[in-house]
């Protein structure tokens, strides 16, 4: 692993979340300095601000953006009790040109009489619903029924979890073989007070939320959670922020066909890691699942993986260092032939240079015009892939056949 | 793969004091850091000015190694659609001239990156190191290949063995180079060596030539160079396709080993430093084959050697007792073996899993494991091995090779074929990974599309016209987002796209993307309201040819099966009204006029 680059961020105070769209080409940012900024990746990989607006009028918690197939929308929450739903415009052309954009809020949700500590879309299957938790303990999902008008979001499920919240997460299934389903996280530190993470599922039936499982285990403060991406597996894998990072298998048992509650689930502990030695802030998944990172009090981000049989380890760490950048270090020593020596196994990141543990000492390298030539692959196997130019995008023509205006009647016309 | 140790920490610079927390974002193909507080009630801090992009795999973006991933995505292709049902002794052969394949595919590779390496010095040292990884990987795969695709028995495996090992000592040519094209090669300071170092690979042919002229500067001597050249000349090489059977071989092959060692202690060389050492090498000796280390550069040219000059019927099972000797008799006691020697031992030992798992650690890019894994399972090796999980290994290391191109702007398209040739996970993981490739262009969106209709991914498709279609109806171009729309069978938003065009109808007077329009054919169907919009273009048509009853009927039809909109109706009438000086359609006008009022 290495630093590929670094973006000035610019903002004037702490950054409290980042977030990429669904495409991985844009970015968003929210921080205590009360804005949102969004960033546009160029074809070269350069990250550009093409928008930067007061949000809030209190530190910006989370910002979260909505699928691709609703348009570009953006949810943000804050201290200040409300949370927002905002929309890029586009532009007129000449803002175009100088690369920016506009995004105007489309709601405020007022409900929360406390700080709204998450924001979450659902999963796209359900609609537009935006699901928000705050501090006062309740959960509370939003709806919006016409996707063309997003200042119209009507609350549908306010749901008191008793216990303050601080971080939810849907279920992103969409398979039809379980309801829609969510987990929420609170951050409630009395131990006595029972489970900290509360799972609830949609009953089609009573058409609400119910709550389907307590993590009764999980006794301390939770910062965030975070359910996997399904992969077509038949139970549920969620990962969460405590005292140490914990990964949870949650298998829905059978339902008796009289059963008209919530479903019963077996609840196993997969995994528990506690190298953050220290309270762990956030846990977030790759997107197909395989890779879990997690960040901790001890100011490091570690990665998570599962081998084939679904032994967990820790594959990376990313530690700050609280100094200046500096030039490339730790250069590989002077390799001697004879087996023995060994390669600089920890190659610095900072040079850019190793992109992982090369072990392998280095063996003499054929020499050029060496009797390999003959083992040079036939041309035919030479394909090439082309590579997509990105292309601005095409204005569709449209087509105008002179019509005749119907409205007037026409003079000249059936005398 | 279990006693990983972990990789050693990252460092980003963070430009300001240690104590901060470190956010982060998935990105595709990388992980966004930056430098925040955690705190249960609101933190705030000073400005924190940077977030890094962190990325894993620097491999996929090397243009040299593209090649590498585009030729050998075709030869996985090809091995995938090898017919099951032939009997395993006729792929063999097959499947040894795809791992032949495979192997050409990484020197061609090689060699590519050593000339660009050549070319400027800050190429070197990154390149340098892609090439003795390669190297290395190479060297593994051509002793995979011997051991367990090949499977040579007992005699040919030798041979195979020192084929190997020639392979990877180039030196030996290029020294031979320079002494032969000095002014007297005999007096050359490599000549020795050179002679020595054919004899250890048992180039024996060679090594006589070489000795020639050694003899002619030595003309008192002649009768032990000759003796020496007899020697070489009768060592008996085991010849596979022949008749002599490998007991007839062993036998032959011991009278000349005792030759040898009679001339040892005979002293019949006793005069000549060097022609003593070559005869102890052709006897055998293991200190004399150790003085050479130099020559021999790695313990496993010992190793065949060794075997050359001791024991050339090996049988396969007892490879690893002589890998393991070797190993330990080489590497002095200051040494530790190198994950390289490990992977190469677990070879010889037959552990194909545990070179699997080695290598998975040693190696950043899953290339290799996936490739080679992927082609030990059609041997039908990893079952052999009693390992359940033998073919979810190779469907776990595609899986993951996959997913790493994924990520590339170009090279997904090849991950597309390594998900289909992966029966449990394969789709999912396809269906997962397909919807996230930026659309940038129509053309790529179609080429997505493509990919998704073939498979029948009908979720995917959909997604991916509805992303489409809201994009262009918020560029406001009507005309794409409706088509959109429609290849998304998207019926409301296709209602929606058509109410637009219809509002822009009443707004300007005429309608755009008339092409579109015209052609809907049975897409009009979708929605009621693109069934009206297509039909009232229609009989703008036809007045505008003055098929004036046609029209009317068109007309009149369209407000009795009610699927004109009600705010459309004013429109229509006013359409209409032109129609009542039309004389043949008075009375279809009246009638149109007569069914608006009875439904108000």
């Keep these: 692993m290495f630093v590929a680059r670094s973006i000035a961020a610019d ?3 702490l950054i409290h979340d980042v977030s990429y769209d669904f495409h991985g080409r844009r970015m968003a940012t929210c921080s205590s300095d009360q804005s949102v900024k969004v960033w546009d990746k160029s074809e070269n990989g350069e990250w550009h601000c093409t928008a930067s607006w007061k949000t809030h009028s209190g530190s910006v918690w989370r910002v979260t953006w909505a699928h691709p197939e609703f ?3 953006l949810a943000s929450c804050s201290f200040d009790r409300t949370a927002a739903v905002w929309e890029e415009i586009v532009g007129e052309s000449n803002d175009k040109q100088r690369g920016l954009s506009h995004w105007i809020k489309r709601t405020t949700l007022v409900d929360s009489r406390t700080s709204v500590t998450d924001v979450k879309f659902a999963p796209k299957h359900m609609g537009l619903m935006l699901t928000t938790c705050s501090a006062d303990g309740v959960v509370r999902i939003y709806e919006a029924p016409d996707v063309m008008n997003l200042s119209q979001w009507s609350l549908q499920h306010e749901i008191s979890c008793k216990l303050s919240c601080s971080c939810i997460s849907w279920n992103p299934s969409s398979s039809r073989a379980h309801p829609p389903m969510f987990a929420v996280g609170s951050d409630d530190s009395n131990v006595a007070y029972g489970g900290k993470v509360q799972i609830y599922e949609y009953n089609e039936n009573t058409r609400k939320y119910a709550k389907a499982e307590t993590l009764m285990t999980v006794t301390d403060a939770v910062h965030d959670i975070a359910f996997a991406p399904n992969l077509g597996r038949s139970f549920h894998v969620l990962a969460i922020a405590t005292k140490d990072v914990r990964i949870f298998k949650l298998a829905p048992m059978r339902k008796e066909s009289t059963s008209t509650g919530p479903t019963k689930f077996e609840v196993q502990i997969v995994a528990q890691f506690d190298n953050h030695n220290s309270q762990v802030w956030r846990v977030s998944w790759n997107i197909t699942s395989t890779l879990l990172a997690s960040s901790g009090d001890d100011g490091c981000v570690r990665l998570w993986k599962a081998n084939y049989m679904d032994n967990w380890k820790c594959t990376g760490i990313l530690k700050g260092d609280g100094s200046p950048l500096t030039g490339s270090s730790g250069q590989p020593t002077a390799m001697s032939t004879v087996v023995g020596s060994s390669v600089q196994a920890s190659q610095s990141a900072l040079n850019g240079m190793s992109a992982g543990r090369y072990f392998f000492p280095p063996l003499d390298p054929p020499r050029a015009g060496t009797r390999y030539g003959h083992l040079l692959p036939p041309s035919s196997l030479i394909e090439n892939c082309d590579v997509e130019p990105i292309q601005p995008q095409q204005q569709v023509l449209p087509h105008r056949l002179s019509s005749r205006a119907l409205l007037p009647l026409p003079e000249a016309e059936g005398q | 793969m279990e006693e990983v140790d972990v990789e050693p920490p990252v460092t980003v610079s963070t430009g300001s004091a240690a104590g901060k927390h470190l956010g982060f974002a998935w990105g595709p193909g990388d992980i966004l850091v930056y430098e925040t507080l955690y705190k249960a009630s ?7 000015p940077f977030i890094h992009e962190v990325r894993k795999d620097e491999d996929i973006y090397s243009p040299i190694l593209r090649k590498l ?4 995505h075709h030869i996985f292709v090809g091995l995938q659609t090898i017919r099951e049902d032939l009997p395993s002794k006729n792929k063999k052969p097959q499947f040894v001239s795809i791992s032949k394949n495979y192997r050409s595919v ?10 660009v390496a050549g070319r400027h010095y800050l190429f070197m040292l990154p390149y340098n190191n892609c090439v003795s990884i390669l190297l290395a990987i190479e060297l593994i795969w051509n002793l995979c290949e011997v051991l367990f695709i090949d499977a040579a028995p007992a005699g040919s495996l030798l041979l195979h063995l020192l084929d190997w090992v020639r392979l990877h000592k180039a030196d030996v040519d290029e020294k031979a180079r320079d002494v032969l094209q000095s002014e007297s090669p005999a007096e050359h300071e490599s000549y020795w060596d050179v002679v020595l ?27 032990m160079f000759k003796l020496m050249d007899t020697l070489l000349s009768k060592m008996p090489f085991y010849n596979p396709s022949g008749t002599q059977t490998l007991t007839e071989f062993d036998v032959k092959w011991r009278h000349w080993h005792e030759e040898v060692d009679r001339c040892l202690q005979d002293n019949s060389f006793a005069s000549n430093q060097h022609l003593e050492a070559i005869c102890k090498i052709l006897v055998g000796d293991e200190d004399t084959l150790l003085e050479h280390k130099d020559l021999l550069s790695t313990w496993y040219h010992f190793l065949v050697t060794r075997l050359l000059f001791c024991h050339p019927t090996v049988k396969p099972t007892e490879l690893h007792y002589y890998a393991q000797s070797c190993l330990t008799m080489f590497l002095d006691s200051r040494s530790a073996p190198e994950p390289l020697d490990s992977i190469l031992l677990a070879a010889f030992e037959f552990d194909i899993h545990q070179v699997i798992k080695d290598c998975s650690i040693a190696l950043n890019n899953w290339w290799f494991v996936a490739h080679l894994t992927d082609l030990l399972d059609h041997c039908k090796l990893l079952q052999s091995h009693n390992l359940h999980f033998g073919s979810n290994l190779r469907e776990f290391l595609l899986l993951e090779y996959a997913s790493g191109l994924f990520t590339h702007h170009s090279l997904w398209q090849l991950a597309v074929d390594y998900f289909d040739h992966c029966p449990e996970f394969g789709r999912v993981y396809l269906e997962l990974q397909i919807e996230r490739v930026p659309l940038d262009t129509e053309r790529k969106a179609l080429k997505v599309l493509r990919i998704c209709e073939q498979r029948q991914m009908s979720e995917q498709v959909r997604s991916i016209c509805k992303i489409m279609a809201m994009r262009a109806l918020r560029n406001n171009r009507l005309g794409s987002a409706l088509s959109w729309s429609i290849r998304a069978k998207d019926a409301a938003f296709a209602t929606l796209i058509s109410e637009r065009f219809l509002q822009d109808y009443c707004a300007k007077g005429t309608f755009s993307d008339l092409d579109l329009i015209d052609n809907l054919g049975p897409a009009m169907l979708l929605s009621d309201r693109l069934t009206f919009l297509g039909k009232y273009r229609e009989f703008h048509k036809l007045y505008g040819e003055k098929r004036f009853r046609e029209a009317a009927k068109l007309l009149l039809s369209l407000m009795t099966a009610k699927i004109a909109p009600r705010s459309f109706w004013m429109t229509l009438l006013t359409d209409a009204l032109p129609l009542l000086e039309q004389k043949e359609v008075g009375s279809v006008v009246l009638l149109i006029v007569f069914s608006c009022m009875s439904v108000t």
């Design chain 2, 42 to 48: 609101g933190a705030k801090g000073s400005g924190s």
């Design chain 2, 106 to 115: 990484i020197r061609a590779c090689m060699e590519e990156l050593q000339q």
């Design chain 2, 69 to 72: 991933f585009n030729e050998s």
């Design chain 2, 197 to 223: 170092g054919y004899v250890l690979q048992g180039r024996l042919e060679e090594a006589r030539q070489m000795l020639v002229k050694q003899a002619s500067l030595h003309p008192a001597a002649r009768n």
């Design chain 1, 71 to 73: 348009g570009q929308v």
């Design chain 1, 11 to 13: 903002h004037k105070d």
